[in-house]
C-alpha cells in the first residue's frame, strides 16, 4: 500500500534543498536566464556542500546519480521501500520549484549518472562514481527514434574509437564525463547499442557550439563532434556481448528511473507556478473557496483549483512510479504516464498562470513568464510527450515498437 505522506526519513532532505532553492537558486534565477551561457559560480560552492552531505549520509540518494531498483534501503516493516528513487525525487521537486534551468547545470547531478549507476560493474563505479556526468544520445537522424543513431563503436586492440556527431547535450560543456550511445555493429540494429564513458577533455570529443534556447538559460546545451575520440574498453557500460533479444532494453531501462525524475521537475516548476499565482491573487484580493463549486466563485479562482486538482494528479502519479521502481517493481508503463501526464499539465499551467495573471504574469518583474519558457523542455527531452504516449499505447495494447511506430 503506497502512503503518500512524505517518509519521515526525508523530511531533513527537503527541507534541505527548499532551503538550497530558495536562496542559491531563486536569488541567481533572473541573473543565469539573462547571462545565458555564462557559468553560475554560486553552484561550485553548493556542490561542496552537497559533497560533505552526502559523504555523512544526509543527502544519499538525493540527486539523478543515486537512483536504481531500490538502491539504498530495506524494506520498512510494511514490506515497504522508500529509496533513492523517491529521495531523488522529492529533491528534486524541490529544487526545481527553485529554478530547474540551475538544477540541470548542478556540478555531479546529470543524468549521465543515471546511466552509470545502473550499469556499471564495481571498477567502474570506483572510477566514475560522483562525477559529473551529461548524457549524449541525440543525433541530428536520431532524437525520439534512438535506436537509428549512427555513432559508431569501434574495438582496436584495447580501446573502442568513436566516430559521429551528438548534439543538445545537456551540461555538456561543463560536466566531467559524456555517456555516449554508441553502435558496435550497425547491421546489427539496437541490439548492438551500448554506452561508453568519455571524458570531456578527450581531445576526440570536439566542441562544435552550445545552443541558444527558449528556456533553461541558466543550463549549456552543447553540439560535439567524436572524431577517431579513443576510450578504454573498460569504459563500456555493461556487457560488449551482442544479445539480439536484449540488448536495447538494458540501455532503455535508464529511463524507467529519470523519466520519473524529470516528471518530477516539472511538478516542481508548476508549484512554484501555482504558488506565485495564489499570492498575486490574493493581493489582487481575489478569495479561493475550496467549499463553493466553481460557478459561485470568480473565474480566477475556479481556475485556479482546477490547475491545482490536475497538479495534484501529476504530482501522484509521478510518485508512483518512483515508489514502484523503489520497491523493484517493473514501472516502465507508470514512468512513461508520469512523465507524460507532468509534462503536459506543468506547460499547461505555467501558460495559464501566466494568462490569469495577465500583464504582470507576462512582464520580466516576475518569474512566471520565465518558468512558462523553462517548463517546455520538461515535455521534451528524456522522449516527448507524443513518444511516451506512443509507449503507453504499446504497453497497454500489447504491442511492440515494430508493431505500433
Ligand atoms: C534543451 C534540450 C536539452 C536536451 N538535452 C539532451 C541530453 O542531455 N541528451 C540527449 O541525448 N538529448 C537531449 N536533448 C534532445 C531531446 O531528447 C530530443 O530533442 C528529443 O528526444 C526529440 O528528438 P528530436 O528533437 O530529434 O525530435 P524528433 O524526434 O524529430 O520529433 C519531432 C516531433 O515529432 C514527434 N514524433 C517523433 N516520432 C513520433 C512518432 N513515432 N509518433 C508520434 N510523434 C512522433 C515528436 O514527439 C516531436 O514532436 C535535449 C533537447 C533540448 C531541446
Known sequence: M???????????????????????????????????????RELDMLAAV?????????????????????????????GNRNASNIASLLGLIELSWGDVGLLLTMPRQGLGQAAIAAVASEDQLKRFGGKWAAMAITEPEAGSDSAAIRT???????EYVLNGEKIFVTAGDRAELIVVWATLDRTQGRAAIRS??????????????LEHKLGIRASDTADFRLENCRVSRDNLLGSPEIEPKRGFAGVMQTFDNTRPLV???????????????????????????????PHAQ???????????????????L?????????NKKPNSLQASMAKAKAGRTATDIALRCVAVCGSIGYGEGELLEKWARDVKI????????????????????????????
Not at 17 to 33: G, M
Not at 196 to 209: K, M, S, Y
Not at 271 to 280: D, G, S, W
Open 50 to 78: 552537497i559533497d560533505g552531505m552526502n559523504e555523512g549520509g544526509a543527502l544519499s540518494g538525493a540527486g539523478a546519480g543515486g537512483v536504481g531498483e531500490g538502491n539504498g534501503s530495506k524494506p520498512g516493516r510494511d
Open 378 to 405: 520538461l515535455d521534451l527531452f528524456e522522449g516527448t510527450q507524443q513518444i511516451q504516449l506512443l509507449i503507453v499505447a504499446r504497453q497497454l495494447l500489447g504491442k511492440t515498437s515494430a508493431e505500433l511506430k
Open 196 to 209: 561508453f564513458v568519455v571524458e570531456r577533455d578527450n581531445p576526440g570529443l570536439i566542441l562544435e557550439r
Open 298 to 316: 470568480v473565474a480566477a479562482a475556479s481556475e485556479f483549483i482546477a490547475m491545482e486538482s490536475d497538479w495534484e494528479a501529476a504530482r501522484l
Open 263 to 293: 516528471a518530477g521537475m516539472a511538478i516542481g516548476v508548476a508549484r512554484a507556478c501555482l504558488e506565485r499565482t495564489r499570492e498575486l491573487l490574493t493581493d489582487a484580493g481575489v478569495e479561493i473557496d475550496y467549499d463553493l463549486p
Open 2 to 40: 503506497i502512503n503518500l505522506e512524505t517518509p519521515r526519513k526525508f523530511e531533513f532532505l527537503v527541507s534541505q534543498a527548499h532551503q538550497v532553492a530558495t536562496e542559491i537558486f531563486r536569488s541567481n534565477s533572473r541573473k543565469y536566464d539573462r547571462d545565458e551561457h555564462g557559468y553560475p
Open 152 to 158: 559508431t563503436a569501434t574495438l582496436e586492440g584495447d
Open 318 to 326: 509521478t510518485m508512483q512510479a518512483a515508489w514502484m521502481a523503489d
